[in-house]
Nanobody, 116 residues
Framework: QVQLVESGGGLVQAGGSLRLSCAAA????????MSWVRQAPGKGLELVAS????????AYTDSVKGRFTISRDNDKNIVTLQMTSLEAEDTAVYYC???????GSRGTGTQVTVSA
């Protein structure tokens, strides 16, 4: 079955950086798009970034453009989210998700907390 395991979250000061990773298994990784989504306290699920199967097309929500970068390694079945210039508003549980968008299967998530 689909297995997605996120790691790399933590507590960081505003302006800092974190790199999230997601290890994927149980499906043909290089045949699907992947996404990162997040859920802030008291809010709904938000699509953060998506990447197509060959890493030739990426998309970001407006609030993270220029600060976050999504990438993937199809040899290692890993998708990453490099986050820079973090803001308090980025505090959330971050999930990697199967497919392009927020509706696919997700992992258990990794907490990112940005202190002001």
């Amino acid at each position: 079955q689909v297995q997605l395991v996120e790691s790399g979250g933590g507590l960081v000061q505003a302006g800092g950086s974190l790199r999230l990773s997601c290890a994927a298994a149980g499906f043909t990784f290089n045949s699907v798009s992947m996404s990162w989504v997040r859920q802030a306290p008291g809010k709904g699920l938000e699509l953060v970034a998506s990447i197509d199967k060959t890493a030739t097309k990426m998309a970001y929500t407006d609030s993270v453009k220029g600060r976050f970068t999504i990438s993937r390694d199809n040899d290692k079945n890993i998708v990453t989210l490099q986050m820079t210039s973090l803001e308090a508003e980025d505090t959330a549980v971050y999930y990697c998700a199967l497919g392009w968008g927020k509706q696919g299967s997700r992992g258990t998530g990794t907490q990112v907390t940005v202190s002001a």
